[in-house]
T-cell receptor, first 113, second 109 residues
């Protein structure tokens, strides 16, 4: 079946290093979403894209975090100068609409040491 | 701002019990509601998706209801099994998916 592919599965970075995470959405899905899951299960919305355009970035930290979805390339989430509190699992999802039926990837576990 | 709360936060029960997990949301203007399961260290497994025009959905031993006007949903698990042990997440769709706080369920033999 079709799936949302996230790479890498695990990423370890020293504090201050850059981290880049990738997400390949399901072909034909117009929307891509990034979520951050920290301890205690809290899921925080970061950003969404409609095709290559930012749709909603209200959850993105203003500094250090950036994301892109370029044509014919996996989407990416980049964290400049990582901090210990960035340690989390980052999930990507894609969908035909914003209103339901998101398909989630298996996540990237980022550990900042 | 939409907020989604789940009660209880944690639940430990013996095998065979029927369970009710509760979810409440502050803004009734939602499109759909979805229940997920997450096993420790794993991703999300979709359990049930309830469209805003529906009142409930059923899959096997799981039944989820939705009352939009009161901002509530319940997930009913019949005849619980140790394999049901996981965290259960309720989430509502607005222009994005907003997750609840989760219920950590442990079913012991």
């Amino acid at each position: 079946g079709e799936e949302v592919a996230q790479t890498p599965k695990h990423l370890v970075r020293g504090e201050g290093q850059k981290a880049k995470l990738y997400c390949a959405p399901i072909k034909g899905h117009s929307y891509v979403f990034w979520y951050q899951q920290v301890l205690k299960n809290e899921f925080k919305f970061l950003i969404s894209f409609q095709n290559e355009n930012v749709f909603d970035e209200t959850g993105m930290p203003k500094e250090r975090f950036s994301a892109k979805c370029l044509p014919n390339s996996p989407c990416s989430l980049e964290i400049q100068a990582t901090k210990l509190e960035d340690s989390a699992v980052y999930f990507c999802a894609s969908s035909l609409t914003t209103q339901g039926g998101y398909t989630f990837g298996s996540g990237t576990r980022l550990t900042v040491v | 701002k939409q907020e989604v709360t789940q009660i209880p936060a944690a639940l430990s029960v013996p095998e065979g019990e029927n369970l009710v997990l509760n979810c409440s949301f502050t803004d009734s203007a939602i499109y759909n509601l979805q229940w997920f399961r997450q096993d420790p260290g794993k991703g999300l497994t979709s359990l049930l998706l309830i469209q805003s025009s529906q009142r409930e959905q059923t899959s096997g031993r799981l039944n989820a209801s939705l009352d939009k006007s009161s901002g509530r949903s319940t997930l009913y698990i019949a005849a619980s099994q140790p394999g049901d042990s996981a965290t259960y997440l309720c989430a509502v769709y607005t222009d994005k998916l907003i997750f609840g706080t989760g219920t950590r369920l442990q079913v012991f033999p």
